[in-house]
């Protein structure tokens, strides 16, 4: 249309009364049948443009009037009836002024546009009528008319344009161009100010609130459609001790590795950043709970937003990742032993797979190291062995089973690994992150975080997972305290615990405050005991409550006979108040390296302690007993201890930042001193433990565990796609990855690289203690598990 539009406005056409150009009459008729067809083919063609051109005025008038009709029916409906005609006389008078005035208007111009459109388009038609039609030779066809159409075309949409820009507008200034402003718009928008200055002003309409809110939604609206940009407000720049400040919070890790705890610099952080008083924000909810550390996030953030910069990702982040492409997430449990080793990486994490497999939002699959049959031979009891990853997944379900109260509904994975004689523990052979598909790589829960990165030379957890939590099971400086040049070896180990554990997760969840403390870290016992113990002990407490003996046996100590399971610590006791403890005996069930040394020292001193192979402490021998002595001042939180309050049983155990979560139970009874634990031996043996109360048998569940481990390692946010909470830290999180670039993800970064570049090296891994050749797995792996050698999964292999 706008192509037809830009013709010139009028077309003649001259044919002369008897030249030769046509030849004689003949050639006349012919040149005037021509020019009939041609002034035919332009006057359909501009009937069409005409049409088209009404139809679309047309549109534009009806939707007018229907913006009109809206408005005033909205206005009529949201008045509701006064209860006094006094207080309801001026809104009313503003209804009536609008029935009145306006609507008899609309209705005016509607019959004056349609009359004034009929003529229009008559005279237009009457304009293309052939005059005479044998007539002279001389033919004249006049377009004229359809400039006229054009003119009240463009007229009306001119007219349109500002009556849209004055009803939405809401601008003070009249429409003053050539003078054709609609005289309804001017009444509309006079009266609507008019309106809303009453209903501002006066206070006796306060039963018309619904009237008020129109017009405040009517202002509301007419202000974002203008969409007028607000000035942003100044943000005053950082001042030296803030940057200061935020060099010291970042450098933590690096300050830590010189020695300086994390609470001095915190308290370093506030000292400098309380020198200044910025206001961060109008709504101060975010700060409620927020210390320095929060305050200055929020300042550092506000600051570079408002300069408009945005941080990329990480300089060290991996871009591609597991994307959720359902509703399932996949959790990884990644542990540093598996059964048959009756051990607490091997029990707790299998209980933890179950318990978070019964959830509907995860699928999950738990990683186990697999022993080849020598290495089988010196760390499973028994003589047990198998031949297949295969065997040992049945035998460990198995076992689940006879202790489950449902159906386990997860996987099992095996990775490489070998057993070390002088640590005596399993460290991992290969990277093992690359046992877990990338199709599943999602959340990643590292069983003994520190143990698994030691010697670990693969891709960073971080990188292939979204999420990665670690559980600190065992206080390795404790242990290794106890061997030749303890004091230095703990030194070397407790910063490359730090280094690790920094570079490989997201969140550490350390069992009892008798771990090290490691960066990223909080204190919550994630663990429960087997609902086989808690049966247990509603046994018993029913058979005491229908008057049969509860308890036959006195007292009894449980645990791996190494010196480091509290061993010593129990020959010392019983060896210093030997006659204090005159009459009593122990019944001790353990076996281990260092039993036939701790027998020995035994005999030597002649105490009263009775020996026995390891059992499982649930096996019917042990029910009887009704004291349990845990002297271990070296374990994180013992299994062992947990397991005999779920049957009721007293127990005796040192007043030791490993005990804390048990010291809540009545039947817990814990010493400073040795004269103190002959106490606590003598009460035991005189009173009966109290029965458990419902409550505290669910504090000692797997289903109370696993909730405190969803919360504290923010798994259930993740799974919820909720990572941060408003108002709470991790506010701080979310505006520090929107808007300022974090010195401590580029450390992290750091730190892994020069992890992974320090481990490729064989001299520098077995001059650190590792197990000859598991930088990568070997042949019997390859054999066992069906693997590819590692030259062909890796044919170009650096460091």
Same mark, same amino acid.
């Given at each position: ?291 320095? =550390? ?22 060290? =982040? ?89 159906? =386990? ?170 006659? $204090? ?194 930088? $990568? ?23």
């Amino acid at each position: 249309m706008e192509a037809r539009a830009s013709r010139p406005p009028s077309f003649s056409v001259s044919v002369g009364g008897g030249g030769g150009g046509f030849g004689g009459a003949r050639g006349d008729d012919s040149a005037f049948s021509f020019l009939s067809k041609g002034w035919r083919e332009v006057r359909d063609s501009a009937t069409a443009d005409l049409r088209l051109m009404r139809a679309r005025a047309d549109s534009l008038r009806t939707l007018a009037d229907r913006e009109l009709e809206h408005l005033l029916a909205s206005a009529s409906a949201s008045a509701p009836q006064p209860p006094q005609p006094l207080a309801a006389g001026a809104p009313i008078a503003e209804l009536e002024f609008v029935r009145t005035r306006i609507q008899p208007k609309i209705s005016e111009l509607r019959r004056r546009y349609a009359s004034q459109e009929r003529d229009l388009g008559r005279r237009v038609l009457e304009g293309w009528a052939p005059r005479g039609a044998g007539g002279p030779a001389r033919a004249r066809v006049d377009l004229s008319g359809i400039t006229a159409i054009r003119n009240a075309i463009v007229s009306e949409a001119g007219v349109g344009e500002r009556w849209r820009r004055a009803a939405w507008s809401g601008e003070a200034e009249a429409e003053a161009e050539e003078g054709k402003e609609w005289e309804v718009v001017r009444m509309i928008r006079d009266g609507i100010k008019e309106f809303e200055r009453r209903s501002q002003t006066s206070e006796i309409f306060e039963g018309l609130r619904s009237t008020g809110e129109l017009v405040e939604k009517f202002k509301s609206s007419l202000k974002s459609f203008n969409m007028e940009s607000q000035e942003s407000k100044e943000v005053p720049p950082l001042d030296v001790t803030e940057i200061l400040a935020n060099l010291v919070r970042q450098s933590e890790p690096f300050l830590d590795q010189l020695g300086i705890r994390k609470d001095q610099c915190d308290r370093l952080v506030e000292a400098l950043y309380r020198k200044q008083n910025h206001s961060l924000s109008e709504d101060t909810s975010l700060l409620e709970n927020a210390n320095s =550390s929060d305050e200055l996030d929020l300042r550092i953030a506000s600051v570079l937003q408002s300069t408009g910069y945005r941080a990329d990702d990480g300089f060290w =982040s991996e871009p591609a990742k597991y994307e959720v492409s359902d509703n399932k997430r996949h959790v990884a449990i990644v542990t540093t032993a598996s059964l048959p080793w009756m051990t607490g990486t091997a029990v707790n994490p299998l209980f933890r797979a179950a318990y978070l497999a019964k959830g509907t939002k995860q699928d999950v699959t738990l990683v186990v190291p697999w022993l080849c049959k020598s290495d089988q031979e010196l760390v499973y009891p028994n003589s047990l062995t198998f031949s297949s990853p295969e065997e040992q997944e049945t035998y460990i379900r198995n076992w689940l089973e006879e202790r489950l109260g449902f159906e =386990s509904n997860f996987k099992i994975s095996f990775y490489p690994g070998k057993f070390s004689k002088e640590r005596r523990s399993i460290i991992p052979a290969g990277d093992t992150s690359q046992f877990i598909p990338s199709r599943e790589a999602d959340i990643a829960i590292l069983e003994e975080p520190e143990h698994l990165n030691w010697y670990h030379h693969g891709k960073r957890w971080t990188d292939k997972f979204n999420h990665v939590v670690g559980v600190v099971h065992t206080n390795y400086l404790e242990y290794i305290k106890r061997e030749k040049n303890g004091a230095l070896q703990a030194f070397l180990v407790k910063h490359i615990n730090n280094w690790v554990t920094r570079a490989y997760c997201d969140k550490v969840l350390r069992l009892s405050a008798a771990t090290q403390d490691l960066p990223k870290s909080i204190v919550c016992n994630v663990h429960g005991v087997n609902p086989k113990f808690l049966k247990i002990g509603e046994k018993i407490t029913a058979d005491r409550e229908s008057g049969e003996p509860s308890f036959s046996k006195g007292a009894y100590f449980l645990g791996k006979m190494v010196w480091a399971k509290g061993y010593r610590e129990l020959i010392d006791l019983m060896a210093k108040h030997k006659s $204090d403890l005159e009459g009593f005996k122990l019944d001790v069930y353990g076996s281990g390296e260092d039993s036939q040394e701790v027998q020995s020292t035994v005999r030597k001193l002649d105490l009263s302690l009775n020996f026995f192979k390891g059992r499982d402490h649930a096996d019917n021998s042990l029910h009887g007993y009704k004291v349990f002595i845990n002297p271990s001042i070296s374990d994180v939180l013992c299994t062992a201890t947990a397991e005999a309050l779920a049957m009721g049983k007293f127990v005796i155990c040192a007043e030791h930042p490993s005990n804390e979560f048990f010291m809540s139970f009545p039947n817990c009874l814990t010493y400073k001193t040795s004269e103190e634990f002959v106490a606590r031996v003598k009460e035991a043996m005189d009173r009966e433990p109290q029965p458990l109360t419902p409550e505290q048998r669910y504090n000692l569940s797997w289903e109370a565990a696993t909730e405190r481990f969803m919360e504290y390692s923010d798994l259930d946010k993740v799974l919820n796609n909720e990572v941060v909470q408003p108002g709470q830290a991790g506010t701080r999180n979310k505006m520090r990855r929107i808007s300022q670039p974090n010195l401590s993800d580029i450390m992290d970064g750091g730190l892994a690289l020069a992890h992974r570049c320090l481990t490729g090296s064989e001299v520098l891994r077995l001059a650190t203690g590792a197990i000859p050749g598991t930088r $990568d797995y070997d042949k019997q792996h390859c054999v066992d598990m069906g693997l590819l050698p590692p030259q062909v999964q890796q044919p170009v292999y650096g460091w």
